[in-house]
């Protein structure tokens, strides 16, 4: 059975992953604050020899990168707060699954967009308009960059049931998007 470490496994998509591949994989789930899973390890994703000795010691076969700072006003509040997490951080897990051959999958964000245009597809020129955005494509470009078998799978406004964090399903006037029930990312279509 092959491996899969999940870092950011107590977040709402990072949980959702555990509970959907459990029975498929010998799931290694990761926490930096509180854990949510019996075989949760805490892993400080910014700490890049703490995450290379993890890595080396487990020696995963996938991993499914979904820790992040994804607040967007305290990204603009704690600018060197969000650096550190979504792109060093980002860095230090591309490095160590660089390291152990193992595949990434990175959760980006739409937000590597400015809106303007929609219907966005891979080719399109990035152009963030916040910081939360600019961390996440600085992010992407050191997953390209750090690792050599990735894929990076960019989200909307990700939603659903957490077990203590507030549901994000907020109405605003002003925004357009489209957004995905946390759940329903993992499971394809029929």
């Given at each position: 059975m092959q491996k899969l470490f999940i870092t950011g496994a107590s977040g709402l998509l990072g949980n959702k992953i555990v509970e959907v591949t459990k029975h498929n994989y010998e799931v290694i789930p990761t926490h930096n604050t509180k854990s949510l899973h019996s075989n949760s390890l805490k892993l400080e994703i910014t700490n890049?020899?703490?995450?290379?000795?993890?890595?080396?010691?487990?020696?995963?076969?996938?991993?499914?990168?979904t820790a992040s700072e994804t607040n967007v006003d305290k990204c603009e509040t704690e600018k060197e707060h969000s650096w550190k997490t979504n792109v060093e951080g980002t860095r230090n897990i591309a490095e160590a699954?660089?390291?152990?051959d193992a595949k990434l999958v990175f959760i980006s964000?739409?937000?590597?967009?400015?809106?303007?245009?929609?219907?966005?597809?891979?080719?399109?020129?990035?152009?963030?308009?916040?910081?939360?955005?600019?961390?996440?494509?600085?992010?992407?470009?050191?997953?390209?960059?750090?690792?050599?078998?990735?894929?990076?799978?960019?989200?909307?406004?990700?939603?659903?049931?957490?077990?203590?964090?507030?549901?994000?399903?907020?109405?605003v006037e002003d925004h357009y998007n489209t957004p995905t029930v946390a759940r329903a990312l993992l499971i394809p279509s029929r």
């Open positions: 890049l020899n703490e995450a290379l000795s993890i890595f080396n010691k487990l020696e995963p076969n996938i991993v499914i990168h699954c660089r390291k152990v964000t739409d937000y590597v967009f400015d809106g303007e245009k929609g219907l966005y597809n891979e080719e399109d020129k990035p152009n963030p308009v916040n910081y939360y955005g600019l961390t996440k494509l600085e992010g992407e470009k050191q997953v390209i960059e750090h690792c050599k078998n990735y894929a990076i799978l960019r989200t909307s406004v990700l939603y659903g049931w957490h077990p203590w964090k507030q549901n994000f399903a907020t109405l």
